[in-house]
């Protein structure tokens, strides 16, 4: 049970919002709800997916930032051009640590910044011509290259460049893949919708192909979608499905390749483990290609077995024994790192606002630790990942839509988390007050968490974190006012 009672947690968010003027409180109070494991549909106690208020500070990403950033910049033998001014592509290279194995610069490109550069110029008269040029010395430059994406700013919108058309021509002449993405940042709510429109391309630009292309299949091939590799997660999971006598013929977009993607309708399986960011793919397939698909979790032992036998449910009898079988070679690490560190983190508050998945996957890791989850909020969230979400959460935790610094710094006063899982933007601020925190958007330069590898390592964090000597040298607000 949460350390707040319902009508504790009612006040506390009442006593948040009193600082808000009427028409932003009657806004805002949608967003932030108790919660309570008996509704079935979330959008009966909170809003999601709707725009941010002006001037209430969000951390929310563009629709550039879902496409280039979460979705296609992963894929490590593509090219990927930030058309327009060099700030975004900038900005969003090499931050996500989305783990590949190849060579920088020769048949690898995820951590190198492409971009058209514009100038006063080419707002004026159009970037067209620039693009088309730069594809072309691009291709002379790194000739190993396997494609190459447009993922359009905000300019390109504004301005009216035809990307399509100047992709299809270099296409032509390259005689490679050259695939525009109108990924434009203004567009929609956050980057939530940058994802939906870096699928709709796979699909319209990408999976087509696999009809040209020889695929010799066999019974067990499944696709891994929605995994980043952040840190290495990828290949602590794939390890898991191949023990267990699965063959990952396609693993995208961390540490994926565009023949990954290609491939993939000829799976058995789609496994997605970012549900958010790769569910509109997976529809589309099964709706196409008749291949089903389920979202998985593998971050703690508990919820890695359940999804290793829930896996195992569509195939036969020779891969379910492979999931137990799986499952008994790792429970002895795994009852010696719970044995190790539980007791060290037994009836430990941890407080998250995460994007993605996060905010409820890692609910299960926390839970296999002793620990308790009491707050939990998605940056860019819909209400089906609430719906998922109202179950892993206990009665009367707090749960929070696209929370404004105000909001969560005040939440955090009130319920005293002994640790925060949230993003860089707010880590410092946290720390600052004398908070434990992890960066959960990237690990905290850790990691893998998922698996049970990534496990031994997540609970050794936590670990680290929380019963860190420093947290004693320093003083939250609250216990200084308490001192006072």
Known sequence: MSALTKVETQALIAEVLEVYPE?????????????DQSIEQSKKCITSNRKSLPGVMTVRGCAYAGSKGVVWGPIKDMIHISHGPVGCGQYSRAGRRNYYVGTTGINTFGTMNFTTDFQEKDIVFGG???????????????????GISVQSECPIGLIGDDIEAVSKKAAKELDKPIVPVRCEGFRGVSQSLGHHI?????????LPRRDTLQFESTPYDVAVIGDYNIGGDAWSSRILLEEMG????????????????????????????CYRSMNYIARHMEEKY???????????PTKVAESLRAIAEHFDDTIKAGAERVIAKYQAMMDEIIAKYKPRLQGKKVMLYVG???????????EDLGMEVVGTGYEFGHNDDYDRTIKDMGNSTLIYDD?????????????????IGSGIKEKYIFQKMGV??????????????????????FARDMDMTINNPCWGKMKAPWLKEAAV
């Open 403 to 419: 929370v404004t610094g105000f909001e969560f710094e005040e939440f955090v006063k009130r319920i005293k988390p002994d640790l």
């Open 23 to 35: 028409k932003a409180k009657k806004d805002r109070e949608k967003h932030l709800a108790v919660n």
């Open 290 to 300: 008749s291949i089903p698909w389920m979202e998985y979790n593998f971050f703690g």
């Open 128 to 146: 067209d011509k620039k693009l088309a040029k730069v594809l072309g010395e691009i291709n002379q430059l790194f000739p190993l290259n396997k």
């Open 246 to 273: 699965l063959r990952v013929i396609a693993q995208w977009s961390g540490d994926g390749t565009i023949a990954e993607m290609e491939m993939t309708p000829n799976a058995k399986l789609n496994l997605i483990h």
């Open 436 to 457: 434990p925190f992890r960066q959960m958007h990237s690990w905290d330069y850790s990691g893998p968490y998922h698996g049970y590898d990534g496990f031994a390592i």
């Open 356 to 366: 993605g998945l996060r905010p409820r996957h890692i609910i299960g890791a926390y």
């Open 198 to 206: 870096a699928n709709d391309a796979i699909r319209d630009w990408v």
